[in-house]
């Protein structure tokens, strides 16, 4: 061909390509666009006879341009319930006030209500091909609790892609301020009875006697005669001797290291490790401990609780996700140890059966275990010398719990699902120590836990 | 469609057949439910476009066209782009690329034996082939009774840049699709790593790549004869017919590779290097592209 427009010919082709293509009509599409996506679930988690919360939660991420999305997420609790107080039950009725009484036999709880409103934000965003970053930012309120957070974390691509590393980390600064209005000092005796109240005059530093038979001195005044501080045994409940007018703050610093593998066409790899340290009033305000004679083994009082000022956290994770031809297995192992001397494992294995169509049936199991925490005690010898930290709470005991769940999940539209889950929990601990005294080995010294967990999710594309 | 990991390529790798070959997408750096996704969409786009524009389906699009009579059709926008878009080539060739021209093929069989036709069926047959001969005023088109138009060298290469562009919008991992030797690459493999192609050694045909190609992005085609020729006489006829004068293209490279910016130019780019004969490899580098000639 003689072409007079040789030079341009590649051009005009090129031109003539683009128009075609630029201006043909849209694409087939199995999908609308995928700019906005809503996942959200309603969980329902009940312990027998004990805590019942109701949640909402969403994740709602808008696509702001080629891997980078900005999504909030708010989460709204309902707490109800009883919880354990620390106190463990006796052959005789326990009274922490006037209208606070346990039966015999009986493990002594706290009934209450809470809400709690959390919300978060967060911002992925690429810096190249093979480099992402998430920024975030959290805070929650409950009404004795408050907690603000910021995160960042950074993945890199490597070795064509089959390898991901990635490193975070978080700070969360913490305020608790009891339902009291004050922070109860640790350790520090409860008024049982009512007993005489002896007033002290010591400005600073409150300061507690034990009068008799766990009787104490319920108010603190200053120096000049006012009273600033105390609790009133009239009032009933589980008043403590406490200093006046302090929220106490908490401050938590969190890192992490990871790394994913792609092992073979089947087989995702990944290892974590993470570095947690945990400052400032790690005491739970609520907790109590009881005081028990050294040869009877009977209740004689009870004292608030002491968690150290410091908590150094380490995880090690792995998991692994095996594609079988239709189905998918996730397996994962967690080694967890603290300063605390808690070490814990967990296993978690979860088989999604793919049932066609985009239904799929989601068994699982969980199984838990861990050491008790130095300074657990389920009760303290009345008289003896009391340690520098104590705690009877359950969660810091020696424990074990296993959890079996379903999931089964449907289509909902092209890009949707609509699941739900069911799962049972069983936690159990030493209920008889070999160290009860007296009556204590006619009791449950820890009663376990049992609980349903229902929950529904939804998700879809907008 | 059949969906396999490659585990010495590390890729994931959708075949199925369409448009009368084997085709192929090869997915790098994205988990399996995703690439399974877009490559059932890819699937469902070449078997649309393979749907509307074939031959050999009574009720395609260019079948109604070809079916005509000499009536007067109207045809949708995308048929009108395409059909703009020959008509273009046409006119950049100066005649010699023609979508008009596939009736030639009832006389030219080129199966490998020396059968080639006399003078005078080949005179008769082009009297109903030339674009100039149909009237093409967006959208309605006029073709004559007893001529037949066929979008060879541009609905293969097409569907490839359409199916493209799908993949560019559902995911960012580097695509491969290879529709019968019609190439698009999206983007480069994990790694920044380039895709490696073999091109076809047409003396060996189809066992093993006698030259490779790098590429990180773009289109890629061969136009070639590495399956299809007649032989007479020591001569090869390639399977490139000249419309003009109704015979194949004397002295044409056994195999022209070209790489472009869109499937659909490189094989336009082929197509007119090929139709180029003797001349192909001074045409490539007068049109500066990158290509590969074997001859």
Redesign the interface.
Known sequence: MQLDERSSLRSALAAASCGLLGISPALASADTPDNFQVDSALLYYAEKDRVKVAEFSGIFTQTLGEDETISLSPTIDSITGASPTGATSTDKTQTFGTNDTTPANTLPVKHFIDHRFAASVSWQRPIDRLTKTVLGAEGSAEHDYTSLGINASIARDFDNRLTTLGAGASADFDTVLPASGIVPQGLAPLGVSTNTVTAFSTPAEPVFKQVNNGVVAHTVTSASGTIIGGGSTSSGGLDSIYIPHQSRGKEVIDGHIGLTRVINRRTLMQFNYGLGISTGYLTDPYKIISMIDGTSGETVGYITEQRPQNRLRQTLYWETVVHLPEDVIHLSYRYFWDDWGIRSHTVDVHYDFELGHGFYIEPQARYYTQTAADFYHHSLIDGASLPDYASADYRLAQMTSYTYGVKLAMPLGQDGELSARASYMKQTGISHPADAIGVQTTQDLYPGLRAMIFQIGISFKL | MNFE?I?TG?YWRGSFSAMGGPCEILF??ID?SLAR?VC??AR??AT?IEHKYSRYRDDSELTRINHSHGRAVTVD??TA??L??AE??YR?????FDISSGVLRRIWRFDGSDKIPDAASITTTLAHVGWDKLLWRNPVLILPADMELDFGGIGKE?AV??CA??CR?EC?AGVLINYGGDIYISGP?????PWIIAIDDPYATGKHGTQTLTLHKGGVATSGDARRFLLRDGIRYSHILDPLTGWPVRDAPRSVTVV???C??AG??AT?AM??GANAEN?LR????PHKCIR
């Open positions: 990991w585990g590390a790098d750096g399996e996704r059932n969409l469902a786009e649309r926008a995308e782009q395409l703009d878009y273009r080539c950049l060739s100066q005649g010699k097409y840049d359409r562009m799908l919008r960012d493999r994990r790694g920044d790593q472009a910016q869109s659909l130019e336009m780019l007119f139709l180029q045409f007068e049109q500066n592209v």
